[in-house]
């Protein structure tokens, strides 16, 4: 079965401090992962795809197929990092596009 | 630049009462998605719209209906509201011709049933 895991609901840093945010996935095939955000007030974004291999306002999140992982690190969080994130695995079943999504994480960076 | 667009943002209904959540989309993606965000369970897919003229069941389809008006436009109703359908309804599109795109979202629909 497919499904994408991140097992805490709500993160709290310091400002500077590092920032992991964890995403286990199952599935048979070759994955195709993602990293959404939600900023208060805004509409669900795109932070980054890991075929893409990008750094987004200092993230990062590589594939670790023998963990089966997706974790999104940044080495010095940022207040305005403060957000929920999700972590998405594009599903099986031809080129329709769909995503699971985990159950998400609430980052909360503190002054 | 409105992108993908949702009405209403705010509905308060009655139990057994019916409604339909509109959905538009300006960026000619051919795919289109509702989910719904409950706390602690994510964005759960209840319906799709692979290519206009198509509609797939999700992962929460009971209790929904939907219609792929055109290229566009893709509706969600609620034909007999229930409590457990109080939710944020989120709309979705992306391009799926060559490949997988990252979806567009819009600003979701938040949804009260009493």
């Known amino acids: 079965a497919q499904r994408v895991t991140q097992p805490e609901k709500l993160l709290s840093v310091f400002k500077g401090a590092p920032v992991e945010l964890k995403c286990n996935y199952s599935y048979s095939g070759s994955p195709e992962l993602f990293w959404y955000v939600q900023y208060s007030r805004q509409r669900l974004q795109l932070l980054l795809r890991?075929?893409s291999r990008e750094s987004i306002k200092g993230f990062t999140a590589d594939l670790n197929k023998g963990e089966t992982s997706f974790h999104l690190k940044k080495p010095f969080a940022q207040e305005e990092d403060s957000a929920m994130y999700y972590c998405a695995l594009k599903g099986l079943g031809g080129n329709t596009g769909k995503l699971i999504f985990g159950q998400g994480t609430t980052l909360q960076v503190k002054p | 630049n409105a992108g993908v667009t949702q009405t209403p943002k705010f509905q308060v209904l009655k139990t057994g009462q019916s409604m339909t959540l509109q959905c538009a989309q300006d960026m000619n993606h051919n795919s289109m998605y509702w989910y719904r965000q409950d706390p602690g369970m994510g964005l759960r897919l209840i319906y799709y719209?692979?290519?206009?003229?198509?509609?797939d069941k999700g992962e929460v389809p009971n209790g929904y209906n939907v219609s792929r008006l055109n290229k566009r436009e893709f509706s969600l109703r609620l034909e007999s509201a229930a409590p457990s359908q109080t939710s944020v309804y989120f709309c979705?599109?992306?391009?799926?011709?060559?490949?997988?795109?990252?979806?567009?979202f819009g600003d979701g629909t938040r949804l009260s049933i009493l």
């Open positions: 719209s692979a290519s206009e003229g198509t509609t």
């Open positions: 890991h075929i």
């Open positions: 979705a599109s992306s391009e799926t011709y060559r490949g997988t795109w990252p979806q567009h």
